[in-house]
DNA sequence: AACTCGTTATGAAACGATTCATTGCAGTGT
DNA sequence: ACACTGCAATGAATCGTTTCATAACGAGTT
């Protein structure tokens, strides 16, 4: 025998199986003598719970599903955090999968979790994924969307409001007294960037004599920052902007690199920069970043109790929609 | 009713329960014309397979654990990748637990694992577990550890040698002509950082005058490097080392940053620098560092076929260690 | 016509925990 | 002595899938 069911236990400890559910699930229904001799009957035979027999029972499982766009990324790992330690706290777990901004692997996560019965999802969206949502809907298991303000309000969802992270970056700039004012991002299809520069251009637009250029980059990576940044420690002093606000923090902190290298240009004396996210690192670059800080572990688990919420009500749960504000953090790299 | 049953297709298709679980499970055994009347029930139904009440019946379930030390370290979320890819070619799923390295969160998650009658379980170790895996193992339910070499050899692990790569990064920079080591590290109760320090000693101990210095950190991060850095730099010139070997590459992205503060030392005509891990954020360095690589998802891979091997094999199966060997990349860091 | 295969399809049993209507029993009150 | 109350414990039924021994049926052999 590999493990030991209630029964066994209800067999050694003398007792009905239906007791031991009841030590396992109502102890203050059962006596304290009995309770004893069916412990210690747990104990001897190494009994453990069997999650599938529960859950079949049950009709659902104790679990959330979350897909995320990519785990490596600090981001979705401290999201991830976030909502496991509020899910852990309502005796929840928290299956992760990493859809690696794949539609396939997307659609095979979003499959395993309705055969696993999950008592709701957490997405952060691929594709256009709003049809086979609300099949899941109508299947009884309700989605709240992350990390991604929708149109469609049909659906629950929990962000971060961009273009306000935006203008709060580029105002910080224009407040230290720069005027020209270089966005460094792309590509410009990710919502993300296209808001926060939106944002900025706002900001800027409100302060006459502000200018804003725009550097497209091909990806939100370390090495696209510090080529935009030694193009522009390349061009004639006259021509350099006075202030730089990147679209992320890998952006900023390549860009930094490739603005001082060889002793190139002062950060923040000659070029102010600012990045985006606030992730660990930018803290710890070679001229501490200042950043406009999303609040991850909070968007999880928001979304997290959203998600229990609604599942817990019957039908007729009116969706909603959760906008964080960003937070701006100053450090060296726009103050002096 | 919110979802229907096997049942529920039977009825509507005109066959018998065993037949539509043939469909499902053992298409060759059902005609083809029963197989489509079957299928279009399940279409019209929207049936979905009840996961709970297949894991009841088979006993076991599709899935491994997985617990890792810091779901957020670049390492882990690689080896996890590894190990879930070959898991999904197996179609087994992974259950990622974080446990922070944290023994109670470790401990909580076999207890899940265990409660959902896991294949397997795949485990980067905090504490003392072995007495846990033992009684693991005689409910049925083998281990894999990952990234530590045991002396317990009853258990099987995958990992890679420490030794033999701290002594690949020294002979590298020994090659160079550098005679002047400084290993920067700590703490040395971290297996990992005492192993690759102890094969540096070694290759520098067979190179007469060539003179090992340890620079011990308070941790692994990146502001730890920096600090250990800076001290280096203000140094007079003829007392710095001529070359650095950092214990991980957060280590000597910082140690870089101190070093080249302020147009300081230079990277690597005045002290080479080599790192460990070879993460992401070593190529895109302001100086690309050399690194000694670790296959992270090799390691996941092959401790998940280990495991799978092992829990198909009935009792007796020998345990396996297998070590990989280390790889040396060489950039711009010991270059020149 | 009786028989043996071979192919399909059947449906009851089993997995293990939980639930709930029911029983047993001791104590109270009349 | 009887009825009543309340607490403990019981055990059969249930969840949905898979399995397997059995049945049904048609085709081919003698």
């Known amino acids: 025998m590999v493990s030991a069911s209630v029964k066994d236990v209800a067999a050694l400890a003398g007792v009905s199986v239906g007791t031991v559910s009841n030590v396992l699930n109502r102890p203050q229904k059962v006596s304290a003598e009995v309770t004893l001799r069916v412990q210690s009957a747990i104990d001897k035979l190494g009994f453990v719970r069997n999650d599938a027999a529960r859950q079949l029972r049950a009709g659902m499982s104790h679990s959330i599903g979350l897909v995320v766009l990519d785990a490596a990324n600090p981001f ?75 149109e469609n ?21 224009l407040s230290l007294g720069r005027r020209r004012i270089a966005f460094i991002g792309g590509p410009a299809s990710i919502r993300q960037v296209a808001d926060r520069l939106a944002g900025a251009r706002k900001a800027i637009d409100a302060v006459a004599g502000a200018t804003l250029e725009v550097i497209a980059t091909e990806s939100l990576t370390v090495l696209s920052g510090r080529a935009a940044g030694e193009s522009i420690r390349s061009r004639p002093e006259a021509e350099r902007p006075d202030a730089i606000f990147a679209a992320n923090d890998l952006l900023a902190v390549g860009a930094l690199q490739g603005l001082m290298l060889m002793g190139g240009v002062k950060v923040p004396q000659e070029i102010a920069l600012i990045g985006y996210d606030d992730i660990e690192f930018a803290a710890a670059a070679v001229v501490p970043l200042s950043s406009i800080r999303q609040p991850s572990a909070l968007i999880g688990s928001t979304a997290l109790e959203l998600l229990l919420r609604e599942a817990a009500s019957e039908d007729g749960f009116a969706p909603t929609q959760v906008v964080f504000p960003p937070e701006l953090i100053v450090r060296a790299s726009t103050q002096g």
Chains 1, 2 share one sequence.
């Open 76 to 150: 979705f790992s401290d999201l991830a955090r976030g909502a496991e330690d509020r899910a852990a706290a309502e005796n929840f777990t928290v299956l992760v999968g990493n859809s690696n901004e794949d539609e396939g692997r997307e659609s095979a996560y979003l499959d395993l979790f309705e055969q696993q019965r999950v008592r709701g999802v957490l997405l952060s969206p691929v594709g256009n994924v709003i049809p086979r949502l609300e099949q899941l809907r109508r299947r009884g298991i309700p989605t709240v969307l992350v990390d991604r303000q929708t």
């Open 153 to 173: 309000t049909s659906f629950s969802s929990v962000a971060v409001d961009d273009l306000a992270g935006g203008e709060m970056a580029a105002a910080h700039l």
